[in-house]
Nanobody, 124 residues
Framework: EVQVVESGGGVVRTGESLRLSCSAS????????VGWFRQAPGKEREGISC????????YFQNSVKDRFTMSTDSAKNTVYLQMNNLKPEDTAVYYC?????????????????WGQGTQVTVSS
């Protein structure tokens, strides 16, 4: 199974942007469902986006779909989450997770490999 590591978190102001990276090891990201999740203090973890690296299709939660995008760099075995126009309510620990090989986002994938998380803080 692929292992994943997140990076790219930080402290930004409202309206600014960040790009998070989810890097794979142990396998390439050639055909996986890769999801981004976040957990704010005192709240449950929520899924915010998913990309099927096999066909490039992506899905976003309504609260982020007009501000966040996902992309892949197969040469670097990395999936990116570009976050624009950040808001204080986006403050959370962000996690990426990978499914079993061959999974697709639209089929409700089982995410089995999780990163350690990266903190995103948006100040007002």
């Amino acid at each position: 199974e692929v292992q994943v590591v997140e990076s790219g978190g930080g402290v930004v102001r409202t309206g600014e942007s960040l790009r998070l990276s989810c890097s794979a090891s142990g396998s390439s990201f050639d055909d996986y469902a890769v999801g981004w999740f976040r957990q704010a203090p005192g709240k449950e973890r929520e899924g915010i986006s998913c990309i099927s690296t096999g066909d490039g299709s992506s899905y976003f939660q309504n609260s982020v779909k007009d501000r966040f995008t996902m992309s892949t760099d197969s040469a670097k075995n990395t999936v990116y989450l570009q976050m624009n126009n950040l808001k204080p309510e986006d403050t959370a620990v962000y996690y990426c997770a990978a499914s079993y090989h061959g999974s697709r986002c639209q089929n409700g994938p089982n995410f089995v490999s999780w990163g350690q998380g990266t903190q995103v803080t948006v100040s007002s």
